[in-house]
């Protein structure tokens, strides 16, 4: 059975954070993972949590001004973008995008239909949204490896609300 898609209700920070860290046990620090929702609802403290379960011990901030902050965690290569102030998908290309695409790295892209068309397909896509009482994230995987992060994901996002 291939479960491509789910949904988890995060009440708070605190669970944002864990629900980082649940992604980072699924991901094995591999995959590329898009990340949508207005400003402020949530992506880069996702991401922070997902971070510090790989083994980041420095500060995780938003890479709106850099566009890119690459993170050397042991043998993993993590590479976070925020594409929120790209004017022209083709400035990818001065950033190096494509080049650290592959299987052995994990990259996390906020804003990510700011780069359409150049982008690659994702291996599974996040979409944040704020509601009185926290944020609802919702997933749908693109890949067959989204496919197999999503019913990990499944899984655990059950075991953060139990």
Not at 48 to 58: C, E, V
Not at 87 to 115: M, S, V
Not at 125 to 133: F, G, H, I, R
Not at 139 to 159: D, F, K, M, R, V
Request: aromatic letters at 8%; one cysteine or more; hydrophobic letters at 40%.
């Amino acid at each position: 059975m291939t479960i491509d898609a789910g949904t988890c209700f995060l009440t708070d920070e605190k669970a944002t954070l864990a629900f980082g860290a649940a992604l980072a046990r699924c991901t094995g620090g591999r995959g590329l993972l898009t990340l949508r929702g207005n400003l402020g609802c949530g992506k880069t403290t996702l991401c922070r949590g997902l971070l510090r379960a790989l083994g980041h011990t420095g500060p995780v901030k938003s890479p709106t001004y850099t566009l890119v902050e690459p993170y050397e965690i042991g043998e993993l290569r993590v590479f976070h973008y925020d594409l929120y102030r790209l004017n022209d998908p083709a400035e990818l290309e001065y950033l190096g995008l494509r080049d650290f695409i592959d299987d052995f790295t994990l990259t996390l892209i906020e804003w990510p239909e700011k780069a359409y068309p150049l982008l690659p397909l994702a291996d599974l896509e996040l979409n944040l949204q704020v509601s009185l009482e926290g944020r609802q994230l919702s997933w749908h995987a693109l890949t067959p490896y989204g496919n197999i992060l999503s019913a990990a994901l499944t899984l655990l996002a059950e075991q953060l609300v139990a």
